[in-house]
């Protein structure tokens, strides 16, 4: 890969009001569009997937799956690589994060690198 430009996926790991990933996934897409990459956020409030029902590989027919499924495998399947911006969530991973990542095979995934992002509000917060 060297120094060519990437094409790569942030995943946001929050659907909360006022969320910080937002922020913090504008800022590293900001990052990585200066240095000549191209990247796709992929906002699990913005698909409003809810809960994972059936992933994509589950379903026996592929067709009957809904098209925005569809639609975010082929940009997880051309992306050569994953950001994955993620809150501290009492310890383990956020269910906004699990739900839109699950949705999609392993296989989806694999062989391509990824980075994790986190961030904390800290132990006091500003009302």
Known sequence: MGDSPLNLLIFLGSVREHRMATRVGRYMQNLLEKRGHTVTLVDPREHNLGEVQQPLH?????????????????????????????????????????????????????????????????????T
């Open 58 to 126: 589950f379903y026996a027919d592929p067709t009957a799956a809904p098209a925005i499924l569809h639609k975010i495998n082929k940009q997880i399947l051309e992306a050569d690589g994953f950001v994955i911006v993620s809150p501290e969530y009492n310890s383990g991973m956020a269910p906004a994060l699990a739900s839109i990542m699950d949705n999609f095979s392993p296989q989806s995934y694999a062989y391509r690198p990824a980075a994790i992002v986190t961030y904390s509000m800290g132990t006091k917060q500003n």
